[in-house]
């Protein structure tokens, strides 16, 4: 079956670690975004890419980081940078760049700083 | 830039009443409207969407008409269900933001009760 995985399902870590977010996706899609979820909020974006080897900052890209080595692949570290990193993270893919198109999520990953 | 404005929630109903969750939005172009859907835990569903004015989606009973007279895509459904329960959320997307990233909504908690 075709869909986004991400792993794991919870995580967490000690404060002043870095961690990597999997997220990876067999559905041939262009592009890629994370968005962070907090408590009673809607979803904010952290970073997207449209092709591999390039990405763009969203608009809470600060403490984070991410790579897209292959098509189907694009990880979220969350640095020791970010202020307050304790959040719902998701990840989503688009077939191709067309505004009109729905986007795909993946079951999430819980973050949690101990 | 772009903006999604939803009636604050959480709403609470009885199964079988009728269903209202206003969205309304403000953007720069055309926009591409969307209604996600998200059960406890996990990612984001599409549940509808309409690409250009006076466009009605639907699914599973749930209905939204893209009103770009009144920059609204309010969500109905008829007669609720228990298993309607979640959080909803409204988006859009249009040609002139980069990426063709997805503006949320702060998300409207939906709870039925038998």
């Known amino acids: 079956d075709g869909g986004i995985t991400q792993s794991p399902k919870y995580l967490f870590r000690k404060e002043g670690q870095n961690v990597t977010l999997s997220c990876e996706q067999n559905?041939?899609?262009?592009?890629m975004y994370w968005y962070r979820q907090d408590p009673g909020q809607g979803l904010r974006l952290i970073y997207y890419?449209?092709?591999?080897?390039?990405?763009q900052k969203g608009d809470i890209a600060e403490g984070y980081s991410v790579s897209r080595e292959k098509k189907e692949s694009f990880p979220l570290t969350v640095t020791s940078a970010q202020k307050n990193p304790t959040a719902f993270y998701l990840c989503?893919?688009?077939?191709?760049?067309?505004?009109?198109?729905?986007?795909?999520f993946g079951p999430g990953t819980r973050l949690t700083v101990l | 830039g772009n903006s999604v404005t939803q009636m604050e929630g959480p709403v609470t109903l009885s199964e079988e009443a009728f269903l209202t969750i206003n969205c309304t939005y403000t953007?720069?172009?055309?926009?591409?409207l969307f209604w996600y859907v998200q059960y406890p835990g996990e990612g984001l569903q599409l549940l509808l969407k309409?690409?250009?004015?006076?466009d009605k989606g639907s699914n599973k009973g749930f209905e939204a008409t893209y009103r770009k007279e009144t920059t609204s895509f309010h969500l109905e459904k008829g007669s609720v269900q228990v298993s309607d329960s979640a959080v909803y959320f409204c988006?859009?997307?249009?040609?002139?933001?980069?990426?063709?990233?997805?503006?949320f909504g702060e998300g409207t908690q939906l709870t039925v009760n038998p």
């Open positions: 559905l041939n899609h262009d592009a």
């Open positions: 953007a720069t172009g055309y926009p591409s």
């Open positions: 988006a859009l997307s249009d040609r002139e933001t980069s990426g063709s990233r997805l503006t």
């Open positions: 890419s449209q092709i591999v080897n390039d990405f």
């Open positions: 309409a690409t250009k004015a006076d």
């Open positions: 989503a893919s688009i077939p191709d760049r067309t505004y009109t198109d729905t986007q795909y």
